[in-house]
């Protein structure tokens, strides 16, 4: 079975600096990996996701991942956070065999972004 | 058409009410997805639906009903709840089910926010 850890529960962060969000994981089989982020009052919405290939993936606004197998660790990462980036983000894993049906998602970390 | 729309978005119902939640997505999806979010916590899986059968059930009472009249729409029928039950209800789908080359990419819904009185 899988899990997901993500050890900061809160991280606020002044405008424009950087910030880096934890996770790790485990698991026994190859995995697929995703960021997902959650504005408030609204469902959630897919941010980055590895799936294979390189381990380095990237989103449209910004945000970047590494996937390390070493480490079995998916930080996400900005170079500089808006206001706008304030959410909950939270990772989440499935693997080959179930996909889908057995997507487990860490704890989330809510990331404040001050002005 | 990438989304997932669901209604209501606010829902207030009494312990005695029926009431249903519905979600619609024109993405050509197989599978769909109920799942159960409190305030601070993480969405946890309620129902999976693959090509319109129910697949899983973790182990929901049976005051939640779900329901999925065609491969695109999905409903949660609601009877008997209780206050403990208030939570916003997320619907997700997903190209394929687990296995048969499904990755666990989701796309949600905006959400239902129940509140029980």
């Known amino acids: 079975a899988q899990s997901v850890t993500q050890l900061d529960s809160q991280v606020p962060v002044f405008e424009e600096a950087p910030v880096e969000l934890r996770c790790n994981y485990s698991?026994?089989?190859?995995?697929?990996l995703f960021w997902y982020v959650q504005y408030p009052n609204q469902g959630l919405q897919l941010l980055l996701k590895y799936l294979s290939g390189s381990t380095l993936v990237e989103s449209i606004n910004g945000f970047e991942a590494e996937f390390n197998k070493s480490q079995t660790s998916f930080h996400l990462r900005k170079p500089s956070v808006h206001i706008s980036d304030t959410a909950e983000y939270f990772c989440a894993v499935s693997d080959l065999q179930t996909g889908a049906n057995n997507l487990f998602f860490g704890t989330g970390t809510r990331l404040t972004v001050i002005p | 058409d990438t989304e997932v729309t669901q209604t209501p978005k606010h829902l207030v119902m009494g312990m005695t009410n029926k009431k249903s939640l519905k979600c619609e997505q024109h993405m050509g999806h197989r599978a769909m997805y109920w799942y159960k979010q409190k305030a601070k916590k993480p969405p946890e899986l309620m129902f999976v639906?693959?090509?319109?059968?129910?697949?899983i059930n973790e182990s929901v009472p049976s005051r939640f009903s779900p329901e999925c009249p065609n491969s695109s729409l999905l409903n949660l029928h609601l009877h008997a709840l209780q206050p403990e039950d208030s939570a916003l209800y997320l619907c997700?789908?997903?190209?394929?089910?687990?296995?048969?080359?499904?990755?666990?990419?989701?796309?949600f819904g905006e959400g239902s926010r129940l509140t029980v009185l």
């Open positions: 639906y693959s090509y319109e059968k129910l697949s």
């Open positions: 698991s026994s089989v190859s995995v697929y």
């Open positions: 997700a789908s997903s190209l394929y089910p687990g296995g048969g080359g499904g990755t666990g990419e989701l796309f």
